[in-house]
């Protein structure tokens, strides 16, 4: 039937050519065998296409495949590129930290060549390509062999929405196929895992190793992520670096240095020990290509980093420019390469403090999942000095803010006991202004003071989101006098508290029952509650101007994320308010299709969540439309990608305002649980800063690079008013054309300083 089916499109493709017919639709034709004939000949090869399998872990994405699938990893369907992958039945979702085993039976024992799994990340709805897939092959249930690690190769990186497969070779028979998925944050989604037979090529390539126990599969995996403390280890394979090389090299899927049986794997690994024997080893290695006892690098401040940094040959002067009134951040890394401990004490010299502010912190490296660690909290230098176990780094973080066009040359340098390294440093203010603060970008991040992170340091609070250019409050229900009411003494109260703001959005909360309708006014929107409501927001007017806050850029906040029949009575009462209250904004967070379709003509703000499907083809409106996320796992996330580039994206799409949620809620744990070193990262710890000594609040990488953003947008608009909104808007898109090259924004902004001169 393929041959006839064949012959008859070959035939058809002469005749087209002959007779001059439609060529688009002979190319639709020839695509479509290709298509048909691809997929016959993948489902040939695939042995493991409907194959029973087990997960030790139900799926439990609610918007996927139900906690009852046993067969769409395995029934030959993939999932659509057009869609949402982690919003169709045919994906499995899993919401997890831990690892998550499939075994595949492929019902016989035969010859395998590879195994793939697909998979998908989408780095602004916070998914991630998994750390890791351990894949291990078994013909009996008894032993097995290691594979390797199919996610090992250039490919596993974060950015835009992309669906991808990842493939291991394999050698030999099996019947089992056993993938211990490591999820690199909290979300993790396929569509399918395929096992080719043994005829079929493979490009990719790994080996096989030791025989271990089934039952040893857990401690195998938790030895391999010890074991993986930092890529850059891989590099390293000569004299006493080769057995620890090896077992790393093993655990990241790559051929190792030697051939010899590597039964430790079936052993747990004391994960502390582990660490500091490779530090002490990549010491020992560094000390053999550098000089000295410490070692400086200068770094993108806003990169991924681990505690082991294998810098880059050579050294230079750092450069940083920045604006009069703004900022730029820089990063320097410090590697103790000695064979023993060193406390080290770091000063700046020869910094003019006319020309520009420097300020010096140390971001200690923090847990995120499954021994990955990063720097996240910013501490302040003191005088005190730090401790770097042999071949550990750490980043210091310099904050340089403009004071006076200039230049500066200074120099960083690190001291020990017995003796130093130093790196020039080159800081440029260009002589161009930028607002110290009222931006124009709107900025909110529903800093609520009730939250336990800041509830007894509140004014820190309210001057650190000042600094960090916050200028929209959200004034939370309780705050606000019910409908009826007279008494607006606390809600003046609060609003004068609030010195960062020049938007103010009232969050009356009608999703609740007695704020929408408080005893006494009637029935939401009867007559009698219209009455009330003119009353009531006469007074809320009258207060607002008695705490010295235009009243024009007050919001009305009825609903978040408005959905169901929400939407219905936020679209009846938004029809009403608009014609019945003069001058009356409202302003809401939009999450769905329907609430955007329906409420976003009607609004003065529209919030929507930062999503591309949600923010495409929006519908008619006049008002403004900001954007926000809600960032589970917030200290996992890229800095730059995540925090900086909001305002990036805003610029281009005209957005007016941008936000996340929320600037100190950590969920359901004490801030007494979250020391600053070797933190563990919680799915509901959102929070952008740290408590501090005393009253005081710590910022983090990821909240300085919200903070640079904005100033961003503020330089591009500068731009696009001297050289027009075309050509600023050219230069961003640059930067979002390479969402993990963090080198871009300050790139774009460097040439932009020059051009403003």
């Known amino acids: ?20 017919k439609n060529y688009a639709l002979v190319n639709f034709i020839i695509a479509v065998s290709l298509f048909c004939f691809s997929c016959n000949s993948a489902a040939q090869d695939n042995i493991a296409r409907d194959a029973k399998y087990s997960v030790s872990i139900p799926p439990n994405y609610p918007l996927s495949a139900p906690p009852d699938d046993t067969v769409s990893l395995t029934n030959g369907i993939y999932s659509s590129a057009f869609t949402k992958f982690w919003t169709q039945k045919t994906t499995v979702g899993w919401q997890i930290q831990i690892p998550l085993k499939i075994v595949i039976d492929l019902g016989a024992n035969m010859p395998v060549s590879s195994v793939s799994l697909s998979t998908v990340r989408g780095e602004r709805e916070g998914v991630k390509f998994p750390s890791d897939i351990f894949v291990f092959t078994s013909s009996n249930e008894q032993n097995c062999a290691y594979a390797g690690d199919a996610v090992i190769n250039t490919d596993n990186e974060t950015g835009a929405t992309l669906a991808k497969k990842f493939k291991v070779r394999l050698t030999g028979k099996a019947r089992y196929i056993y993938l211990v998925v490591v999820p690199a944050g909290n979300l993790f989604f396929c569509d399918e895992i395929e096992v080719t037979n043994g005829k079929a090529n493979i490009i990719s390539s790994t080996t096989s190793f030791a025989s271990i126990k089934v039952d040893n599969i857990d401690a195998a995996v938790d030895s391999l992520k010890s074991i993986g403390v930092s890529e850059k280890v891989a590099m390293i394979h000569k004299n006493d670096l080769q057995r620890m090389a090896e077992r790393y090299t093993v655990s990241r899927g790559q051929s190792p240095s030697s051939r010899k049986e590597l039964g430790l794997l079936s052993q747990r690994i004391n994960n502390v020990n582990d660490k500091n024997k490779v530090l002490s080893l990549f010491a020992a290695e560094l000390r053999k290509r550098f000089a000295g006892s410490l070692l ?9 980093l681990h505690p082991i940094y294998f810098p880059e040959n050579g050294s230079s002067t750092y450069t940083l420019n920045t604006l009069i009134n703004g900022v730029q951040y820089g990063g320097i890394v410090v590697t103790n390469i000695s064979d023993a401990p060193q406390k080290i004490t770091s000063l700046l010299t020869q910094v003019d403090g006319i020309i520009a502010g420097i300020e010096m912190f140390t971001s200690p490296f923090i847990t995120i999942n499954n021994f990955t660690q990063l720097p996240d909290p910013l501490v302040l230098v003191t005088h005190g000095g730090i401790k770097l176990e042999p071949g550990e780094s750490r980043l210091f973080f310099m904050k340089v803010t403009g004071k006076r066009s200039g230049n500066i040359k200074a120099i960083f340098k690190i001291k020990t006991a017995n003796s130093q390294a130093q790196l020039p440093m080159n800081i440029n203010v260009y002589p161009t202004l930028i607002p110290a603060n009222n931006f124009t970008l709107s900025a909110i991040d529903w800093g609520y ?14 001057k650190d989101q000042l600094e960090h250019h916050i200028n929209t409050e959200v004034v939370p229900s309780w705050f606000i ?12 109260a609060h609003i004068v508290s609030q010195k960062f ?8 909360n009608y999703a609740g029952k007695d704020n929408r309708a408080p005893k006494g006014v009637g029935d939401f929107m009867g007559d009698d509650w219209k009455r009330s409501f003119i009353n009531w927001y006469r007074n809320v007017l009258s207060s607002v101007r ?25 679209k009846e009462f938004a029809a009403w308010a608009k014609g019945a209250v003069p001058g009356l904004k409202i302003y809401a967070t939009l999450a769905n299709k329907d609430a955007i379709r329906e409420l976003l003509p009607l609004l003065d703000i529209a919030q929507i969540k930062d999503d591309p499907l949600l923010l495409k083809e929006l519908p008619f409106h006049k008002g403004e439309v900001w954007t926000y996320s809600v960032l589970k796992f917030a200290k996992s996330l890229s800095p730059y990608t995540i925090y900086r580039l909001m305002a990036w994206r805003a610029f281009v799409n005209d957005y007016k305002g941008i936000g996340f949620w929320g600037y100190a809620d950590i969920g359901k744990i004490s801030p007494l649980d979250i020391p600053l070193g070797n933190s563990v990262i919680k799915e509901d710890d959102y929070a952008v800063v740290y408590q501090g000594p005393g009253k005081s609040l710590i910022s983090s990488r990821r909240w300085e690079a919200f903070r640079l953003g904005i100033e961003d947008y503020q330089v591009l608009l500068m731009y696009a008013n001297k050289e027009g909104l075309a050509k600023a808007k050219k230069l961003a898109a640059l930067v979002l054309n390479e969402p993990g090259n963090c080198d871009m924004a300050d790139n774009v902004r460097n040439q932009i300083f020059k051009e403003l001169k």
């Open 481 to 492: 006098p019910k409908i009826g009411s007279t008494d607006f003494t606390d809600f003046k």
């Open 449 to 462: 003071s009730y939250f336990k992170l800041v509830n007894d340091r509140k004014d820190e609070a309210v």
């Open 296 to 304: 400086l690098r200068a770094v993108n401040p806003w990169d991924t």
């Open 546 to 570: 008695e705490a010295g806050f235009p009243t024009d850029n007050l919001f009305l906040y009825p609903y978040d994320e408005v959905q169901g029949e929400e939407v219905t009575d936020f």
């Open 501 to 508: 703001a020049t938007k103010i959005l009232l969050f009356v």
């Open 1 to 20: 039937m393929e041959i006839l089916f064949h012959q008859m499109i070959v035939k058809y493709l002469c005749l087209s050519i002959k007779n001059k």
